[in-house]
């Protein structure tokens, strides 16, 4: 078993990392806890909620799949589930699932009487390289990606690569856009290590994957222990998000996985880092090539450039009215823009048309 400290003071915690993990999930999960209550979706409980018997007291409450269960409305039910079952200041969530079952369970164990404890059990690859880990729990408002939330640290984060076995293609590729991302931001030679063994990561390799997501929680272990609450050095990570996170907002959250629209926000940034001048032709072109080549259809035509600028100008990260773009600027670096709309305008003027 491999384990990571994200080292936050009197909220550190443990990631715990291997396959087969759960076998010994009533030891993992001890503590003085009085009561779990395990939330997680319909696929996940299907696929795995057996494994929860070995539990000897637990509660489940189970959301429909999908993005749009990131809303105030699951939120309430989910509340007041955990209320009318009796939980209490001494209990615990578990958050059984992917990024979604996560990012709501998150929110509501940190507001259920002011903040009880959880647990990181992700089972999409996405949620184990990433949102399982760092705090920030959310949902949407409004088809607004995170903009109700809180930062909550898990007491402890759970990963066990079993679960991959059983994830579709699509969210397998939706994991590789944040996996892609760590090693563009903070470590070139990840990144070389990710285009050099694409083919092993699609096919599950269990000893490849263990040490790709070990590596992405490293990353984000650092990143996160230095700025908690996303003051500074925190902000590289939404790298691809100004627009990924506009193109899942303005589909309804029906059309993409995070992760894909992430990797279509990576490759329109870099585009858009190019023709700023900010990054030499050929390190972008070899950004472009990778993200053009894992099989996410990056066309996006079909959004008018004004419409995307528009919604880009409610995203909670800009500063003054002004869009904030974390953009490539050499190997393994980014840097953050903040750009007028008459900029982003200007540079995203390829978007109609020609893409490069
Ligand atoms: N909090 C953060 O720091 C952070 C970081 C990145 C992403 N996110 C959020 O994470 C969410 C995306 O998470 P996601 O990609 O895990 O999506 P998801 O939770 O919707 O899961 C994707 C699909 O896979 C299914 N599934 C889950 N585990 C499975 C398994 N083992 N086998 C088969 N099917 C399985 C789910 O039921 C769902 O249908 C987005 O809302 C995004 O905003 C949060
Ligand atoms: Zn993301």
């Known amino acids: 078993m ?24 009533k030891t993992l999960l001890d503590g003085n806890l009085e009561q779990y209550f395990i939330i997680t979706d319909k696929n996940v409980d299907a696929l795995y909620g057996d494994y929860l018997n070995m539990l000897d007291d637990y509660e489940k409450i189970i959301i429909e799949p999908g993005e749009q269960s990131k809303s105030i409305d699951v939120m309430t039910d989910v509340l007041k589930q955990m209320l009318e079952k009796g939980a209490t200041r001494r209990s615990g969530v578990v958050s059984f699932g992917g990024g979604v079952v996560g990012d709501l369970a998150g929110f509501c164990s940190a507001i259920y009487m002011r903040g009880i404890p959880f647990v990181q059990i992700p089972t999409t690859l996405l949620a184990q390289v990433d949102s399982s880990v760092g705090g920030k729990t959310a949902i949407n408002l409004l088809h607004y990606k995170n903009n109700v939330g809180a930062f909550h640290q898990p007491a402890k984060v759970i990963i066990d690569t079993v679960f991959l076995e059983t994830l579709p293609h699509r969210e397998l590729l939706s994991g590789i856009g944040e996996i892609v991302k760590y090693g563009i931001i903070y470590d070139y030679d990840f990144f070389k290590y990710v285009v050099e063994n694409i083919e092993q990561i699609k096919e599950r390799n269990s000893d490849v994957m263990i040490y790709i997501i070990k590596r992405c929680c490293e990353i984000k272990a650092e990143i996160v222990s230095q700025d908690e609450k996303e003051e500074g050095l925190r ?28 990797i279509i926000g990576m490759y329109y940034e870099t585009i858009m880092a190019k023709r700023l001048g900010i990054v030499n032709d050929k390190y972008a072109e070899r950004i472009l090539g990778f993200l053009s080549g894992l099989g996410v259809d990056l066309n996006i035509d079909s959004y008018p450039v004004s419409g995307l600028v528009d919604w880009m100008l409610k995203d909670k990260k800009n500063v003054g ?18 750009l007028e709309k008459n900029e982003v305008l200007k540079h995203m003027s390829f978007w109609d048309g020609q893409h490069r």
């Open 2 to 25: 491999e384990r990571v400290k994200i080292d936050l003071g009197k909220n550190s915690y443990d990631i715990l990392i291997g396959k087969n993990l759960l076998k010994d999930l």
């Open 235 to 262: 902000k590289i990570l939404n790298f691809g998000h100004t627009i990924g996170h506009t193109l899942e907002g303005m589909s309804s959250f029906s059309k993409y996985a995070h992760g894909e629209a992430v």
């Open 321 to 338: 009215g002004k869009i904030s773009f974390i953009l490539p600027v050499e190997e393994g670096k980014v840097k953050e823009l903040l």
